[in-house]
T-cell receptor
Framework: DQQVKQNSPSLSVQEGRISILNCDYT??????FLWYKKYPAEGPTFLIS?????DKNEDGRFTVFLNKSAKHLSLHIVPSQPGDSAVYFC????????????FGDGTTLTVKP | NAGVTQTPKFQVLKTGQSMTLQCAQD?????MSWYRQDPGMGLRLIHY???????DQGEVPNGYNVSRSTTEDFPLRLLSAAPSQTSVYFC???????????????FGAGSRLTVL
């Protein structure tokens, strides 16, 4: 029973275009949703987060949208750059169990020059 | 600041051997956790700790032990290695006071374990 799902294993976009990565969740107790970026042979690094009481959070080229009724969130990268090529993980946590994060399987983004 | 340090980076074991993956953080983070990543899969939580002396099981705890005697260290022990434990292991920590905010994890670089 996977509580956080990323249904697209891979995504390829042209440099300068928008990248949209999607994530679905099933647990209504999740309070926070985060995106992490991972390059090969490195640990994941935090990218952006959103609280369940918000529907949008923006940080530079990165925007996360949350649709709580649909239990769906998405990460938009505009404009996409070749350096954005990495694996992106969606993660969720609940305030009542803040030490525990649940991750999706990841989406490999390739940005072509 | 070293952040989260994991050792060793690579290890090959034979079935039945035991070993400890070390994890240390120098950021005074209360929360620490261990994840494993298998090919094509996400990060699955093995064990986690919300403070010294406190540990709990994650999604895939079988075959692993942890202890948290200090804030800085959170070693992961494989009691009797099995080929199914071949994976990349990541240790992570997050700062105190996260109960009111997002649990932002800082990860180590990973330890690649192969069990023959």
């Amino acid at each position: 029973d996977q509580q956080v799902k990323q249904n697209s294993p891979s995504l390829s976009v042209q440099e300068g275009r928008i990248s949209i990565l999607n994530c679905d969740y099933t647990n209504s107790m999740f309070d926070y949703f985060l995106w992490y970026k991972k390059y090969p042979a490195e640990g994941p690094t935090f990218l952006i987060s959103i609280s369940s009481i918000k529907d949008k959070n923006e940080d530079g080229r990165f925007t996360v949208f949350l649709n709580k009724s649909a239990k769906h969130l998405s990460l938009h990268i505009v404009p996409s750059q070749p350096g954005d090529s990495a694996v992106y993980f969606c993660a969720a946590s609940a305030r009542t169990n803040a030490g525990k994060s649940t991750f999706g399987d990841g989406t490999t983004l390739t940005v072509k020059p | 600041n070293a952040g989260v340090t994991q050792t060793p980076k690579f290890q090959v074991l034979k079935t039945g051997q035991s070993m400890t993956l070390q994890c240390a953080q120098d950021m005074n983070h209360e929360y620490m956790s261990w994840y494993r990543q298998d090919p094509g899969m996400g990060l699955r939580l093995i064990h986690y700790s919300v403070g010294a002396g406190i540990t709990d099981q994650g999604e895939v705890p079988n075959g692993y032990n942890v202890s948290r005697s200090t804030t800085e260290d959170f070693p992961l022990r494989l009691l009797s290695a099995a080929p199914s434990q071949t994976s990349v292991y990541f240790c992570a920590s997050s700062p105190p006071g996260q109960v009111s905010g997002a649990n932002v994890l800082t990860f180590g670089a990973g330890s690649r374990l192969t069990v023959l």
